[in-house]
């Protein structure tokens, strides 16, 4: 069984256990609080009230102080730090009252109630969940660096980095970043991530980020220790840096040295694509638990926003493949769009049957050459280098996953999306395209490596992989028509006219 249908048959089953837990267990959350003594110097401590009608995954609107006393009071909630304020305002003997909202308009949600029947059901399965996305986190430095050294001394030596060269990668980073800014312009327009409900925790320091300047994330890129950034995967930009410092630099050392060195990192590159392959044949596993947790505490409210998601990656994938790359075919290469989507429909058709550019490579390299008639020292450089770096499809994805994820936990957790968390974000959506878009599920694994960076809980990656399917295969039709456009618009700047002819 392939493993993206793998992973779907466990996600319904996740969804179907979770909801069985939902349905015959008890595990109300709590609606009506009392404050009471604390031992821990004189803090609130709530404690359940004589009623509990809420239950996990409602959204609060208001709190209700003594509710039914002469000094009842009410405060509205508009986001999570006055929730919190609230409550930790609360003296003793005070009854707090949860009043319930709409998820769009108030983003704070009740929990499950810890001590009750379904929380201990869904224990082991939280437990198994967390196992796997420490997995996940286990990978990310090691890939991050290999992959990087990796790229940058293959693609960097001699004739690759003079003309056809620099085409090429002017080409696939332009591409890139118009895919990313079409992603982010339409994750803040639409905003799925506000107002979701999720059922994903974060504490507070999560929304202990101050704003950043553009200068702010420029300089954090330069790692003080290079070590000390190899420690933390809260400092990925510097482990990106530091990366392409050294390959560039290995590049400019004696034969001898140049070739140990990229030998040993390709070894290591190649190790740990076997560990990578090993863990992420876990992601079945990893989804069942994650969504029997979440659709066990919350029920089925995750899917409404999970649903604007997808719409909104879809919407944006289309703009880059029906809009931006047919304008670029058009006005750069002087060649016609629906000619040359006939002409490598092929290809097309093959990426979207198997979700995989490298996989459908051969398709492309024949397809290109032959239907698109490109010359084969064009097609030859171009296709195998876009296959390996140039995934606008991925950038694209992986800019609006962690937006939406980060819109998620400003509400419930007070973390704020500033413009400096953007622009890294754009960076690294960047550098996930260039960097590690071989490695097999390399969007769950970058997803998680953003979102580290950006000190925001990294469960939501995995909880993305429920709706993954139907977007990797158009994620893939556009990172493989990006790949063919390259072709034709470099062999066009060569002096070549067979792509203009083609699909006549």
């Known amino acids: 069984m392939k493993v993206h249908w793998k992973i779907l048959a466990w996600l319904i089953a996740g969804v179907i256990v979770g909801g069985g837990f939902q349905a015959f267990l008890s595990g109300s959350a709590i609606s009506g609080l009392v404050v009471a003594d604390s031992a821990?110097?004189?803090a609130a401590v709530m404690k359940a009230g004589p009623k509990s009608k809420a239950k996990a995954g409602d959204v609060i609107s208001?709190?209700?102080k003594n509710r039914g006393r002469s000094n009842e009071q009410r405060i509205v909630i508009s986001d999570a730090k006055i929730y919190?304020?609230?409550i930790a305002s609360s003296k003793n003997g005070d009854i707090v009252w949860h009043e319930l909202g709409e998820s769009r308009i108030v983003p704070v949600n009740l929990s499950l109630d810890p001590n009750s029947q379904r929380a201990a059901w869904i224990k082991p399965f939280a437990f198994l969940a967390d196992m796997f996305i420490r997995l996940l986190k286990l990978l990310i430095v090691p890939i991050i660096l290999t992959s990087i050294i990796v790229g940058v001394i293959g693609v960097g030596n001699g004739a690759n980095l003079r003309r056809l060269g620099f085409k090429t990668f002017a080409y696939y980073i332009s591409t890139s970043m118009l895919a990313i800014f079409t992603g982010l312009a339409l994750v803040n327009l639409i905003r799925p991530g506000e107002g979701a409900a999720l059922g994903l925790a974060a504490d507070d320091s999560f929304s202990n980020v101050t704003e950043t300047s553009f200068a702010d994330v420029l300089l954090r890129m330069i790692p003080e220790n290079v070590f000390a950034a190899?420690?933390?995967n809260l400092n990925m930009l510097q482990v990106i840096f530091f990366a392409l410092l050294f390959g560039y630099f290995v590049l400019k050392t004696a034969k001898k040295h140049r070739e140990v060195?990229?030998?040993?990192?390709?070894s290591a590159f190649e190790v740990m694509?076997?560990?990578a392959a090993g863990i992420l044949s876990l992601i079945p596993y990893g989804v069942f638990c994650l969504l029997v947790k979440v659709v066990g505490s919350t029920g089925y409210e995750v899917f409404k926003p999970l649903g604007v998601y997808m719409i909104t990656v879809t919407s944006a994938l289309l703009i880059h493949c029906l809009i931006t790359l047919p304008l670029i075919l058009k006005f750069v290469a002087k060649i016609s769009p629906i000619r040359w989507a006939k002409a490598v429909s092929?290809?097309?058709?093959?990426?979207?049957s198997t979700s995989s550019s490298s996989m459908t490579l051969p398709v492309s390299l024949e397809t290109v050459e032959d239907r698109g008639k490109v010359s084969n020292r064009v097609v030859s450089f171009v296709q195998p280098l876009g296959a390996t770096i140039n995934m606008d499809g991925t950038a694209l994805y992986e800019c609006i996953g962690v937006i939406f994820l980060a819109q998620y936990y400003q509400g419930v957790s007070g973390y704020e999306l500033t413009f400096g968390a953007q622009i890294m974000i754009v960076f690294m959506a960047l550098m996930a395209s260039i960097g590690a878009a071989g490695i097999p599920s390399a969007g769950l694994i970058m997803m998680v490596t953003i979102l580290s960076a950006l000190k925001l809980p990294v469960e939501g990656a995995a909880l993305l992989l429920a709706v993954d399917r139907p977007l990797d295969m158009l994620r893939t039709v556009t990172n493989v028509f990006s790949d063919t456009c390259g072709s034709a618009v470099v062999a066009i700047s060569?002096?070549?006219t067979g792509p203009r002819e083609a699909g006549a």
């Open 40 to 42: 821990n110097e004189g």
């Open 230 to 232: 190899f420690g933390a």
């Open 273 to 275: 694509m076997k560990m």
């Open 346 to 352: 092929p290809a097309l058709l093959t990426a979207f």
């Open 494 to 496: 060569e002096g070549e």
């Open 62 to 64: 208001a709190i209700i």
């Open 84 to 86: 919190r304020e609230t």
């Open 261 to 266: 060195m990229s030998d040993f990192f390709e």
